[in-house]
């Protein structure tokens, strides 16, 4: 639910004809900060705000180029106020407002209000805060709930003091947010093409006329990026279905966590992009949910270990939430968030992270050794579950969404017995764990190709209601998955691919996040012919004119999963190497990105040019082998490798090329290699 709404009217002194003019808003990606500015009767104002994550506070910072020419009242309001219980004066400068949700046992709230000004007045009349003749006014908004602070007014009002005399809050606000929004930087195509001077709203209707952009596509990426920054730190929880920009007092589908694949998407991006710090609310999530998954475990199923269904919320509830059959009875949501844990290590090395993580992946796959049923051939499946959210046809015409064994589940196991494997390899524990988590791993039905050339949904090969379903389950082993590729996989790389040919002609990717899942098994299947068309789709029919995803209605997950795509486009990890430019469109001929991260502890930059790699600097966070694949039509004739012990010490260094083309070198922790096209 939204906390509110800060409603500003103002007045102007010499308003003239009251004409506004000049107006503009901006955006600014990479500071975190929102403006807007006009012009009245000759004189300029501006309002920028930005929400803070050192000090904690919202900030509207109000100016005028002729002093004494701000006047405003300001007010408080939530829903149609039957949501807020009373509104108060607490200073001269300082509104507050206070209520429960949820009635006797819900969170309770408190909101503080309060102005700083240069020159005029200010005062509290009844509910509203009004400033007369000010030169410059800040205005401060603090909030806090019993969900996290035992007394929520105390805590609002040292949060409003504490920011009334900390200084600059801005300059520490975009230090704060530069800090992470700067270690990804996206050029593609021409930086000097113009467009960057259009309204953002008139650039997506270029491209839904049919133009390209491809500067609009790298704004879309940081912007991803900015919306993650913004929606989920250390400390906060994790973003839902809405981020945080959730409007309605009864949102759309509670605006809540839905963990068959929604909740999973928002976060894609955050190692890739260099934002491992985010990934954290959804580690706090899980692990406030595996308390409530041991009682989910016990009490439905007789399972140790612990266990989630396909909905979540703050409380970290665990049962089944609804009465969507095809949906709710899908036991699945924990294991697919344990992945997060190690796909963290995968990227960061962190040892550390994963002595914690680590007991979370173990309890996640305890359960199915407890639940798997054992079929009449030996392989072992889950019993009952659904294919997220479809529906299939037997042979007799009956549709049903209940089974056992969906492929979906199958390939989620085969990943999470696997990291469990890893983790406890990595960690010289549970020798006999490994052994028996290998064992349930052989068991797992194999993934099928049906009868349409594509990968099967179901353990038997039914026909599915709706051909062009929004979820494409059975190619989670594509992706987010690592056990389908081009290279070690062909057959089922060519069956997933025709599992996308027959969703999309079928009117598949209809909402947002379905289209940016498809940009993903796109990349995935190096072809960035098809990654780019799904891109363009994206924003020409799932992107509202503030560029926020459309499922309809709005949902950010699309946002989320359309950036991680991008990313997919460019660099990956999965498949034991660094594979650089892996699905490059042709369109994309030059370009480069810096600070993108790989797994096994690296970060990477990249420059190109007609299509084909300049450089690639690569900087290393721990001992060992690196392997590079960079396919021919991308590569120049000759590569030097270069080692970088300083700007002004560079030194070649020989690397070997295999039979199947990779680049392989022996980095050192801190290491900063080069590989130019000379």
């Known amino acids: 639910m939204p906390l509110g709404d800060l409603l500003i009217d103002y007045r102007y002194a010499d308003p003239g004809n009251g004409e506004v003019t000049s107006y503009r808003r901006d955006l600014n990606l990479m500071e975190g900060t929102s403006s807007v500015a006009y012009h009245v009767n000759?004189?300029?104002?501006e309002r920028v705000s930005y929400a803070s994550y050192p000090d904690e506070v919202l900030v509207t910072e109000i100016t005028a180029d002729q002093p004494?020419?701000?006047?405003?009242?300001?007010?408080?309001?939530?829903?149609?106020?039957?949501?807020?219980?009373?509104?108060?004066?607490?200073?001269?400068?300082?509104?507050?407002?206070?209520?429960?949700?949820?009635?006797?046992?819900g969170s309770a709230f408190a909101i503080g209000l309060r102005a700083v000004i240069h020159g005029?007045?200010?005062?509290?009349?009844?509910?509203?805060?009004?400033?007369?003749?000010?030169?410059?006014?800040?205005?401060?908004l603090s909030a806090g709930t019993t969900f996290r602070q035992a007394e929520p007014r105390m805590y609002v009002i040292e949060r409003l003091d504490k920011a009334t005399t900390g200084g600059d809050l801005l300059t520490r606000?975009?230090?704060?947010?530069?800090?992470?929004?700067?270690?990804?930087?996206?050029?593609?195509?021409?930086?000097?093409?113009?467009?960057?001077?259009?309204?953002?709203?008139?650039?997506?209707?270029?491209?839904?006329?049919?133009?390209?952009?491809?500067?609009?596509?790298?704004?879309?990426?940081?912007?991803?990026?900015?919306?993650?920054?913004?929606?989920?730190?250390?400390?906060?929880?994790?973003?839902?279905?809405?981020?945080?920009?959730?409007?309605?007092?009864?949102?759309?589908?509670?605006?809540?966590?839905?963990?068959?694949?929604?909740?999973?998407?928002?976060?894609?991006?955050?190692?890739?992009?260099?934002?491992?710090?985010?990934?954290?609310?959804?580690?706090?999530?899980?692990e406030r949910m595996r308390e409530p998954g041991r009682i989910t475990a016990a009490r439905m199923y007789g399972a140790s270990g612990f266990v989630a269904h396909h909905n979540t919320d703050i409380w970290a509830d665990t049962a089944p939430q609804d009465h969507y059959v095809p949906a709710t009875y899908w036991p699945m949501g924990a294991a697919w968030l344990s992945l997060h844990l190690w796909e963290h290590f995968e990227y960061s090395q962190d040892r550390r992270f994963l002595t914690q993580a680590y007991p979370t992946l173990k309890e996640a796959a305890a359960f199915f050794n407890d639940f798997l049923t054992e079929t009449g051939d030996g392989q072992l499946v889950t019993n009952p579950s659904v294919s997220p959210e479809n529906t299939y046809i037997l042979p007799s015409g009956e549709s049903g969404v209940l089974c056992m064994g969906p492929s979906m589940d199958s390939q989620i196991l085969y990943e999470l017995f696997g990291a469990c494997i890893q983790a406890a390899c990595v960690l010289g524990v549970d020798d006999e764990e490994q052994v028996k988590w290998r064992s349930l791993r052989e068991r797992l039905p194999e993934p099928e190709i049906g009868s349409h050339g594509g990968i099967q949904e179901w353990l038997h090969d039914y026909e599915e209601a709706e051909p062009g379903h929004r979820h494409i389950s059975h190619l989670f082993a594509l992706h987010p998955g690592k056990r389908f590729t081009v290279q070690e996989t062909p057959e089922w790389a060519q069956a997933a691919r025709i599992t996308l040919e027959r969703r999309l002609a079928s009117g598949g990717g209809h909402t947002g996040w379905s289209r940016a899942w498809i940009i993903n098994?796109?990349?995935?299947?190096?072809?960035?012919?098809?990654?780019?068309?799904?891109?363009?789709?994206?924003?020409?029919?799932?992107?509202?004119?503030?560029?926020?995803?459309?499922?309809?209605?709005?949902?950010?997950?699309?946002?989320?999963?359309?950036?991680?795509?991008?990313?997919?486009?460019?660099?990956?990890?999965?498949?034991?190497?660094?594979?650089?430019?892996?699905?490059?469109?042709?369109?994309?001929?030059?370009?480069?990105?810096?600070?993108?991260?790989?797994?096994?502890?690296?970060?990477?930059?990249?420059?190109?040019?007609?299509?084909?790699?300049?450089?690639?600097?690569?900087?290393?966070?721990?001992?060992?082998?690196?392997?590079?694949?960079?396919?021919?039509k991308h590569q120049r004739d000759r590569l030097v490798l270069y080692s970088l012990d300083n700007e002004e010490n560079e030194r070649p260094l020989n690397y070997d090329v295999t039979d199947h083309g990779y680049i392989y070198w022996h980095t050192v922790v801190g290491g900063c290699y080069s590989l130019r096209a000379e």
């Open 521 to 632: 098994f796109w990349a995935r299947l190096e072809d960035g012919e098809q990654a780019l068309t799904n891109v363009v789709s994206l924003l020409a029919h799932s992107t509202l004119p503030n560029l926020l995803d459309n499922h309809p209605p709005f949902q950010i997950d699309g946002n989320f999963g359309g950036s991680a795509g991008i990313s997919e486009m460019l660099l990956q990890s999965h498949a034991g190497c660094v594979h650089l430019l892996p699905a490059l469109p042709s369109t994309w001929c030059e370009g480069r990105v810096t600070g993108l991260r790989a797994r096994g502890g690296y970060v990477v930059d990249l420059h190109w040019q007609e299509g084909k790699l300049l450089q690639a600097d690569i900087q290393a966070t721990r001992e060992g082998e690196i392997r590079i694949r960079m396919d021919d």
């Open 173 to 286: 606000h975009v230090a704060d947010f530069r800090n992470l929004a700067d270690r990804v930087q996206l050029q593609l195509g021409d930086a000097n093409d113009g467009k960057e001077t259009l309204p953002t709203d008139e650039r997506l209707k270029e491209v839904q006329d049919g133009n390209s952009d491809t500067g609009l596509i790298a704004l879309y990426y940081q912007y991803g990026r900015y919306l993650l920054i913004s929606s989920s730190r250390p400390g906060s929880l994790p973003a839902n279905l809405q981020g945080i920009w959730n409007e309605h007092m009864l949102p759309p589908w509670d605006s809540k966590y839905t963990i068959n694949i929604n909740t999973q998407m928002n976060y894609w991006g955050a190692e890739s992009g260099n934002l491992a710090e985010c990934h954290q609310p959804l580690f706090d999530l899980l």
């Open 120 to 140: 005029g007045s200010c005062k509290v009349i009844g509910e509203f805060l009004v400033v007369e003749g000010a030169d410059s006014a800040t205005l401060l």
């Open 42 to 45: 000759g004189t300029r104002y």
């Open 68 to 105: 004494g020419s701000i006047s405003f009242k300001a007010r408080l309001k939530r829903g149609d106020n039957r949501y807020l219980d009373r509104i108060e004066r607490i200073d001269d400068c300082t509104l507050g407002a206070f209520g429960q949700c949820g009635g006797e046992g």
